[in-house]
């Protein structure tokens, strides 16, 4: 975690222990719903090992918003930031390692350590970044283009997880998905 965090923004080593010590450990088997829609977020995690995904509920059908592996931040990012209720889900697709710090450890040290904000206040401006190409992604390209684009970034993930949730993610029908797998090599 630590070398992941210094290629956001490099803190001093012993500011960046102190804030490392508050992190501790956590493991969940599969299918766990981390949080549920209308809960607050009460933790970030950084995920050690396997995969989680975040989505909303539609009926009775799932819309995948992100997946999570290592290394990486995990959560409801605007509810944990907000602390106001999640609008959606996060649940481990496999079992489970984090780190993870709570609301109150992560405020306290970002109020008292300028670095560990500006570290914060980066990667949030890089989250931001990412889900606005995502956005963009969903809304001018073909189903086709958000095909080829997602799986030259993140071909791993059709190992890891299941084609309907890829599909999902993608904003395509299960059948249109298969295609597309079918016509283009992976």
Do not use: C
């Amino acid at each position: 975690m630590k070398e992941y965090l210094s290629q956001i923004h490099p803190v001093a080593d012993d500011l960046l222990e102190a804030y490392l010590s508050h992190w501790k450990s956590y493991s969940v088997p599969k299918r766990t719903l981390l949080t549920r829609e209308g809960e607050t977020e009460r933790y970030m995690y950084f995920v050690k090992e396997r995969i989680q995904k975040s989505y909303y509920l539609q009926g009775a059908k799932q819309h995948v918003i992100a997946f999570t592996y290592p290394p990486s931040f995990s959560g409801i990012p605007e509810s944990f930031l907000m602390q106001t209720p999640a609008r959606y889900y996060l649940e481990t697709i496999t079992d489970s390692e984090f780190l993870r710090i709570s609301y109150e450890q992560h405020q306290a040290m970002i109020a008292k350590y300028r670095p560990i904000e500006t570290l914060f206040r980066k990667g949030t401006e890089q989250l931001l970044a990412d889900t606005l190409t995502r956005y963009h992604e969903l809304m001018a390209f073909d189903m086709e283009t958000r095909f080829i684009n997602f799986f030259r970034r993140s071909p791993h993930l059709l190992q890891m997880v299941s084609q309907r949730d890829l599909a999902s993610y993608l904003n395509m029908d299960s059948t249109n998905f298969s295609k597309l797998l079918g016509q283009h090599r992976i």
